[in-house]
């Protein structure tokens, strides 16, 4: 048996595992409540992989990483388990203007020392299957969403400003949302904290999506709900530690707050959304 044979065979193999990891991935995504917040991520991944600008290539002189995420939240849908679970597995290529991964695209096409501009993309999951308790029963299915627009950051003050603009792009809810947040890093010894605030701002047609009864959904204890455009104020914290070199232990929390827009629908028996998340990520 030959020595090239065998590089092309154990090729073959790489590739089919690298393909077979992605699939898991976005498999198992579905798997993951729809409440993650965009500067949450981007936050995250800074912590996890600092840039420099002494990259000799921005672009491909970056890192891959891989991992697994796992997280847990109160699910606000009336009449189902009162916990949402998920399982992760993280694949990503993150450089100094441009992240691929799992976790969404991130294209900076303008950065310097206080302000980048970015173009992003990411899923949002269904918020909810009609098999998750039987008063969801009837309800049409939600498809994914693979929502695209702009990214801005800026350093100002103490902290971080970042803003995001997205939108449907496969006609899942035709919607909407603009979130602005600021976070503030802590240091702690060896951790790296972030604690963020902010507000998100949801169109008609993306709320409708969340929480709304169309008139073919409508039966006798569940009402039609046509909802308006909601803000949506959240809080978040991140965190890294380095465990070593290329390993970090990486860990989220959020609390939102739903206004009445979703509280007055009918599928809600919850005002707020806690989330915890636990992970390792390698980088190399």
């Known amino acids: 048996m030959s020595v090239s ?35 949450k991520k981007e936050i995250l991944r800074e912590q996890v992989n600092p840039k420099t600008d002494d990259s000799l290539d921005p672009w491909f002189g970056g890192d891959w990483q891989v991992g ?30 441009m992240h691929i991964g799992v976790d969404g695209v991130d294209i900076k096409f303008f950065k310097n020392d206080y302000f980048t501009a970015s173009v992003i993309g990411s899923l949002r999951t269904e918020p909810f299957e009609n098999d998750d308790g039987d008063y969801l029963r009837g309800m049409e299915e939600r498809d994914m969403a693979y929502e695209a627009g702009l990214g801005f950051s800026a350093r100002i003050w103490r902290g971080e400003v970042v803003a ?25 010894g060896d951790v790296n904290f972030n604690w963020g605030a902010g507000v998100g701002w949801q169109s008609e047609k993306l ?16 009402a039609y709900y046509s909802p308006d455009a909601a803000f ?4 978040d914290l991140t965190v890294a530690y380095p465990i070593t070199e290329k390993l970090n232990l990486i860990g989220t929390g959020g609390f939102q707050y739903l206004t009445d ?18 992970g390792l990520v390698y980088t190399f």
């Not at 949506?232 to 809080?235: D, I, N, S, Y």
């Not at 509280?263 to 636990?278: A, C, K, N, Q, W």
Request: aromatic fraction near 10%; glycine fraction near 8%.
């Open 207 to 222: 709320v409708d999506y969340m929480v709304g009864v169309r008139r073919n959904e409508v039966r006798s204890d569940r």
């Open 68 to 97: 697994a995420f796992g997280s847990v939240s109160n699910n606000p849908y009336r009449g189902t388990d009162s916990a949402n679970m998920g399982l992760l597995p993280l694949v990503a290529y993150d450089a100094e203007r």
């Open 164 to 188: 995001n603009y997205l939108t449907d792009v496969n006609d899942a809810h035709d919607g909407h949302q603009v979130d602005v947040s600021y976070f503030v890093p802590v240091q702690w």
């Open 5 to 39: 044979y065998v590089l092309r065979r154990t090729g073959d193999v790489m590739v089919l595992t690298g393909l077979g990891l992605c699939s898991a991935a976005i498999i198992m995504m579905a798997a993951l409540p729809a409440y993650a917040q965009q500067a």
């Open 261 to 278: 827009e979703y509280t007055d629908s009918p599928l809600i028996d919850e005002d707020y959304i806690m989330s915890v998340g636990v």
């Open 232 to 235: 949506v104020p959240h809080l």
